[in-house]
């Protein structure tokens, strides 16, 4: 089991301008979580989400998978959130959505309720790995596996909207 780790970043200026980095640890959580791979902070919630590979495979489709939830004090408030994926990765938020990057779909979760809304296959996706979402909607997903992106408003002529 993997910790979280919570570090800020501080910049000191000096009178040459150069910059000095410092990282502190705020918090830790506990060991928990089921093989970590990424955090996504919510502000809108007060939250962070920890994508959970499980298993020994970090690219097998074996449903182990799935997303915890985790205070901002780096206290778990449930470690198996929405059960039922494969290996996530990457998260993007968007309209009250939590969108999953997991092996070759893309997992959308209501984040109100907790479960899972809907999910969507990337025609030749091998490994997606990570999710950004811009201001207007539009989905961007990496593939480790594939090595190339995806930029589709549309996966499979629906909208995630």
């Known amino acids: 089991m993997r910790r979280i780790f919570l570090l800020s970043v501080t910049v000191f200026s000096a009178v040459s301008f150069a910059q000095k980095h410092e990282l502190v ?7 928990l979580f089921k093989v970590p ?3 996504l902070f919510d502000a809108t919630n007060n939250v962070l ?6 298993g020994t495979d ?3 489709k074996d449903g182990k998978g799935s997303v915890g939830k ?9 470690v198996d959130w929405v059960k039922g994926l494969n290996a996530p990765k990457g998260m ?7 969108y999953v990057a997991d092996l070759t779909d893309i997992v959308v979760i209501d984040i109100a309720s907790g479960t899972i809304a809907s999910s969507y296959t990337l025609q030749d996706a091998q490994g997606l790995n990570d999710v950004t979402i811009d201001k207007n909607g ?5 593939d480790s596996k594939a090595k190339k992106s ?3 408003g549309k996966w499979q002529g629906r909208s995630f909207s």
């Open 138 to 142: 539009v989905i961007y997903v990496s």
């Open 49 to 54: 989400y920890v994508a959970n590979i499980d």
């Open 58 to 60: 970090p690219w097998g």
């Open 150 to 152: 995806f930029s589709p």
């Open 25 to 31: 640890k705020k918090w830790e959580s506990d060991t």
């Open 92 to 98: 993007g938020l968007y309209g009250g959505k939590l």
């Open 37 to 39: 791979e990424s955090v």
């Open 70 to 78: 985790l205070g901002l004090d780096g206290k778990i408030i449930a």
